[in-house]
């Protein structure tokens, strides 16, 4: 699971139907006898708990590593870290790290099924998942998307989300607008053939009833330097408030969330706002990607 780009439609909803069987509980010890390695070599809050706790929860052994706590802080490479874990017997390793294309190195060198938890401005694939689950579940179901209008607002050019969510929603059948000054769209963009939009207001003319917001990434600004002319005049056009969800639209975020900056804090858990939903459906979707990479779910049907 190293990328959504090239991921078919009933690949998506396998995943959508195996996560809400999970969800019901029926699927107790999936993971039973499997051995998953959480290695995380860059900050996480979301994507470790809810991996740890979909892989504890339906019974696997857990083995988590972090860049302090493990040999990579005595110099030992990521690909020396990897053939130890698959030496220990990994079946599953889920790698989030700094450098884009880790993960895709990482598979190179194990025959446990690598997970992509996040690689630098690269992709992120499970969250791009949960996300659809989440609005699934908020509009009635995987089929509920097609023909649906989605602006994903902000830092494209930093986000990682966003390579990850715009293919997903596409290939769900929705429509996908961008919001960003042109200092925050990467190169490759105009390859995606999307509309770019000025504002989150255009957007709102444009039709989106689904407003998604990625998070300001400072720390990935190289030098230091900020892309924008200052902070509220982003906010003032790329940030989303009360009176955009006042026209209905919902608000999704893959957190965490700059308040007042991408989203004003008053409606970050407005009744509108998707966020904590998305972070639920973070176990039930990497339940069932675990279950997937692994081949889990073939022992257990068969
Ligand atoms: N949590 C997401 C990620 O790791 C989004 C973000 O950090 O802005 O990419």
Redesign the pocket.
């Known amino acids: 699971m190293l990328t959504l780009e090239d991921t078919s439609r009933e690949e998506l909803r396998e995943v959508m139907d195996l996560a809400a069987a999970c969800q019901s509980g029926g699927l107790d010890q999936l993971l039973g006898g499997k051995t998953v390695c959480l290695a995380f070599f860059e900050s996480?809050t979301?994507?470790s708990a809810s991996f740890e706790l979909a892989a504890r929860r339906a019974g696997a052994d857990v083995v988590s590593l972090g860049e302090k706590d493990s040999s990579i802080s005595k110099g030992e490479s990521l690909v020396d870290t990897i053939v130890t874990l698959d030496s220990l017997g990994a079946d599953a390793i889920v790698l989030r790290h700094p450098a884009a294309g880790a993960a895709r190195l990482a598979a190179r060198h194990t025959s446990a099924a690598v997970i992509n938890a996040?690689d630098g401005c690269g992709q992120?694939p499970t969250?791009a998942l949960l996300d659809l689950y989440a609005l699934g579940g908020a509009l009635g179901g995987f089929e509920e998307l097609a023909g649906r209008r989605v602006a994903v607002v902000g830092d494209v050019l930093h986000s990682?989300?966003a390579r990850s969510v715009i293919p997903a929603f596409r290939t769900a059948g929705m429509e996908v607008a961008l919001v960003a000054p042109a200092t925050l769209l990467p190169l490759e963009c105009g390859a995606w053939r999307v509309p770019v939009l000025a504002s989150v207001d255009e957007a709102l003319d444009w039709g989106a009833e689904v407003l998604y917001a990625?998070?300001l990434?400072k720390e990935r600004m190289a030098g230091g330097s900020p892309r924008i002319p200052s902070v509220a005049e982003y906010a003032a056009y790329c940030g989303v408030s009360r009176r955009h969800l006042d026209s209905g639209a919902l608000l999704m975020h893959?957190?965490?969330v700059n308040r007042g900056v991408e989203v004003s804090g008053d409606v970050v858990l407005d009744g509108r706002s998707l966020i904590p939903a998305q972070v639920a459906a973070g176990i039930a979707v990497r339940t069932a990607v675990l279950a997937l990479a692994t081949g889990a779910v073939h022992e257990v049907a068969a």
């Open positions: 996480s979301r994507t996040g992120h969250q990682r989300v990625l998070r990434q893959p957190g965490p």
